[in-house]
């Protein structure tokens, strides 16, 4: 794989569930983009994974160092 783009693989992967589920294809051609679908979800799961671990150490970190304050947003970042 070339240089991990999160977002990109999430389009792909909506592309790939679109068009296994809007087609008519044939089954090798079906089971060629499920593979190639398994293997972007493996990727995004690693990568939130590898994130996940990066907040917790961070988190830590600054609790170690006493620094202990709430989280929150830039003021030029929506709210969810």
């Given at each position: ?45 690693e990568a939130?994974e ?21 989280f ?9």
């Amino acid at each position: 794989m070339k240089n991990f783009d999160f977002e990109e693989n999430i389009r792909r992967m909506d592309e790939i569930i679109a068009a296994i589920e809007g087609a008519d294809m044939p089954l090798e051609a079906s089971l060629a983009l499920y593979k190639e679908g398994v293997a972007l979800a493996a990727a995004c799961d690693e990568a939130l994974e590898a994130a996940e671990k990066e907040v917790l150490l961070l988190s830590k970190n600054i609790a170690k160092a006493g620094e202990t304050r709430p989280f929150r947003m830039r003021d030029d970042e929506d709210e969810f």
